[in-house]
């Protein structure tokens, strides 16, 4: 058995890309064309989910169906759905009400294009396509009863008790002291579930699966989720605007509790270091079909943006 | 064989505050707890979803469970998760950005209540229930194929071809001089079609159903839906704010398209008439099981609020 290893960063981001490359091929086939009627809706919807991004969620379902042999194009349905999530969580996030950010990935946000009432709209209809494509996708997962299972994970995943949840407990907690428990709370639901939630419905298309391995892998995402957003917390603090694509210092402005914030700076990188530490080990069972999920986590806690 | 007739208005009224009851029941046990974190997202869904409210889609799914002899208590799961996707819709269409209304039903709208940021998550995890509830209920198709099927017929109507369609092509048309054909297209896809997929999918609960009579209770919802939305623009001419919940004259008052606008007031009630005579033409083969759902079609052509 050959020996596993995180590979370089070179080797994941090259690797990303081309996850990267195929969700966007995928998406592209399930958003309804610009010219479909309502266009302007469709044009918002393919604005708000075409426009680049790290598609993390989609690398992670793709790079967990290596790790328990389950092939790319029965997980497309999945990688895309949960991509249509995320990308209708960040058009409803940086609305006025919400955030009130401008740009988004370098461009102006959904609403600045389209106005705050489309915006609503094509985020809402995201959300819906996500369960659509579920249902619907005809290389998805034979068995319908995973397929019910697949809705179930992500429909829990998006809502109030997940990252809908999440976005509540932001949204109070701004220009209000909070603990480290409380912001550990708050990144679990908002960007924790739903990254757990793309690592869970990859392996469970894989039907025979054994149980450990499955938990090992859900606390692997759990690990993986918290360290992601203590690293984007400090390169809110570290990194400047243009690599960011958004205003660099824009949750201290908004007086957002952050890591940094909260336990300093040099202790969330450590923290971050630790939870990588956890997600690799995590792993150990899976030899080197998790390699990518391995350099997926470096990638997590060292990306610049 | 009895003979099936329309039941008098006091007896459909008698039927739909049964029904009404019923789903109200369901969404209490599906809706987390008011103290469940986060609890103010949680109390803002309860209290788009559970401040009362005509039923009438859980009352199209129970109805039309009678006519093809499913049991209610398989229904409870579809009937709720279409209420919720038409609470989540208003909560939604009521916001600043969108119809910026300030009374539904007669009490404050959740925006107002709990502000526009939580209004627009309570809005997007009311949806994300929806889909949950479909997915996991236990009384629910023992089928999981059926289950698949319910998923995406809701998504479907839900989303950008559905529901959402309908408000961005709503959007579209205010202050425009549209004809005839868009105001009915758009009625078609707004409420036109959850009405539809209300019907549709507790047809789809009864395997055996002919595939005939499917399409004849799936003809009957189309011209529901939109003798509905007839008779809503005309109530919004002729009825006071105290009896709508909502100010009078308020589709007038933001220049949007209605019926009576368009068509005068007279040949918009005769048309109502006419698709109220199609709807239950559609019901001929049906006897009297399907005696509630003539019932409600006569209570939404002749409903004064």
Known sequence: MPES????????????????????????????????????????????????????????????????????????????????????SLVHDDLPAMDDDDLRRGRPTCHKVFGEAMAILAGD??????????????????????????????????????????????????????TVAELEDMHIHKTGALIRASVVMAALTAPGLDQGLRDRLDHFAKCLGLAFQIHDDVLDVEEDTETLGKPQGSDAARDKPTYPRLVGLEASKALARELHAEALESLEPFGPGADLLRGIATYVVTRRH
Not at 47 to 66: M, N, Q, S
Not at 67 to 72: D, S, T
Not at 131 to 156: H, I, K, N
């Open 125 to 178: 209809a995201l959300q819906a396509l996500a369960f659509q494509v579920l249902s619907c996708d005809p290389q998805g997962p034979q068995d319908p009863a995973v397929r019910v299972r697949l809705v179930e994970l992500l429909a829990t995943a998006a809502g109030s008790r997940g990252m809908a949840g999440g976005q509540a407990i932001d949204l109070l907690s701004a220009g209000r002291e909070i």
């Open 5 to 88: 290893s995180t590979p370089s960063a070179r080797e994941t981001e090259t690797e990303l890309k081309t996850w990267s490359e195929r969700v966007d091929r995928v998406l592209e086939r399930w958003l309804p064309a610009a010219c479909t009627h309502p266009a302007t809706l469709h044009e918002a919807m393919r604005y708000a989910t075409l426009g680049g991004g790290k598609r993390l969620r989609p690398a992670l379902v793709y790079a967990t169906g290596r790790a328990v042999e389950v092939a790319p194009e029965h997980l497309d349905g999945v990688a895309c759905a949960v991509e249509l999530i995320h990308a209708y």
